[in-house]
């Protein structure tokens, strides 16, 4: 069975500073990697994935996530952060169900706080 | 708007009423989803269309019951519900069973069952 951990329940960051949020998987075959952010009584909102490829990924709003396959990581990192990236943040991972649609298995969340 | 419509946007219920969720896409996706989201746990997936057929019930309370009519409609329907069913429940589609483009979220039903 797939499985995403994130280890940190919160992360706190001063704004202007980088930021990274942490993810790792376990998965069987090739996996499919995704980040999702979602604003308070909001749904979640896509910022990047991976599917194959470069493992640096370039996503929105000046994100990007480092796959790391001997590590099984998926980190979201951004240079700058800004006030307004603080939200809750979830990795992700496809699910393989072995027939018909996959959908996504979640990890718990990050809540990331930038700091004025 | 993402392109998928949740209604309505919040629910409060009794727990002997009947009461049902409706999701729209206007993406063109074939298959749909349903997850549930509580405090402090992670998003659970609930059940699994595609091309209109249920291709997967997680393991989901009688109580919930999931139509989907079309492709670009799903709807959850909800009997006897128990307080602890209060979360906010969340409706997504992707344009191939597997993802390869992307999952779309909605943004979602709280509800709330008295």
Known sequence: A?????????????EGNPLTVKCTYSVSGNPYLFWYVQYPNRGLQFLLKYITGDNLVKGSYGFEAEFNKSQTSFHLKKPSALVSDSALYFCAVRRYSGGGADGLTFGKGTHLIIQP | ETGVTQTPRHLVMGM???????????????????????AKKPLELMFVYNFKEQTENNSVPSRFSPECPNSSHLFLHLHTLQPEDSALYLCASSQDHGGTYGYTFGSGTRLTVV
């Open chain 1, 2 to 14: 797939q499985s995403v951990a994130q280890p940190e329940d919160q992360v706190n960051v001063a």
């Open chain 2, 16 to 38: 002997t009423n009947k009461k049902s969720l409706k999701c729209e896409q206007h993406l063109g996706h074939n298959a749909m989803y349903w997850y549930k989201q509580s």
